[in-house]
């Protein structure tokens, strides 16, 4: 049987009620976790194209969305000659396109989700949670349909947040999904047995310095823009080289083994 590893990050602020600190240039504000599927077998693949781009480029840090979109850090030099920057950025384009990965998600825009929830829930939800329940459903779900197992990696953010982490996969084997039955079975969610029989071991923590945490923190980014851009160039890229799962499904399976984007009602229309 095949295996498949999930990579993710997390982007935004997963406390629903905070107020972010400030205007963000780009329009989003919301809670993401999100990054990659790669069977086992494929792995040697990523890192060798990953070895093969920081050899050409002469890095030494590890690649980072953030960074390099804002040309920070490591990445500072990509200010001072616009050339080279677009060499740069072309040739990691066609780097990650050429992975064999699918990027997957679970994106929820904050507004919209107090917009949906405040009046149900007297305590405010941790996003985290509600994201992790439905990006690991999701990748199990690919997983079993492929034939495999999963096995979940991701990238360490501090003790508290990767305890919850932990938490969650365990409470997902003994309770399963987190949420109300009569609003989410549409969704075919997955019971405590099937998470049991796909899931190998518990989340593995990793640091930045893994290339497959840093291809994940690299679609991450496109894949959250895309559910309040759908015509941002990175992220249709990546769905025109067949990178985002929703490549690999039919249009009727997209909702409910797609990248998700919940509570984005006011983007849609």
């Known amino acids: ?17 905070k107020a972010p600190d400030m205007p963000r240039r780009d329009g989003m504000d919301h809670f993401a976790l999100g990054g990659i599927l790669i069977s086992e077998t494929e792995i040697g693949t990523l890192l060798a194209a990953h070895r093969a781009f920081t050899d050409r480029w002469k890095i030494n840090t590890p690649l980072h969305s953030t960074r390099i979109r804002g040309r920070r850090g490591g990445f500072s030099w990509l200010a001072t000659d616009s050339a080279k920057e677009a060499d740069f ?24 989700y107090v917009a949906r929830y405040a009046d149900r829930y007297q305590t ?84 930045k310095a893994t290339p497959m945490a840093q291809v994940a923190d690299l679609l991450l980014y496109p894949l959250a823009k895309g ?14 080289a067949g990178r985002v799962i929703d490549a690999a499904l039919k249009p009727e399976e997209r909702p409910s083994l797609g990248v998700k984007y919940s509570c984005f009602d006011k983007h849609k229309k």
């Open 227 to 240: 559910g309040y851009e759908p015509t941002y160039r990175p992220y249709a890229k990546l769905m025109e």
């Open 89 to 112: 950025l072309a040739d990691l384009e066609a780097m990650l396109l050429g992975l064999p990965v699918l990027g997957i998600a679970c994106v929820i825009d904050r507004p919209g």
């Open 124 to 207: 405010p939800w941790l996003l985290c949670k509600t994201a992790f329940a439905i990006l690991i459903e999701r990748a199990a779900k690919y997983a079993a349909r492929s034939g495999g197992w999963l096995e979940i990696y991701f990238e360490q953010a501090g003790q508290k947040e990767d305890r919850d982490i932990l938490s969650y996969a365990r409470a997902l084997e003994t309770e399963g999904m987190p949420f109300d039955s009569g609003t989410s079975g549409a969704y075919q969610g997955l019971q405590p047995d099937d998470f049991k029989a796909l899931i190998v071991g518990q989340p593995n923590r990793i640091t």
């Open 1 to 17: 049987m095949a295996r498949f590893h999930l990579y993710f990050d997390d982007s935004g602020t997963r406390q629903s009620d």
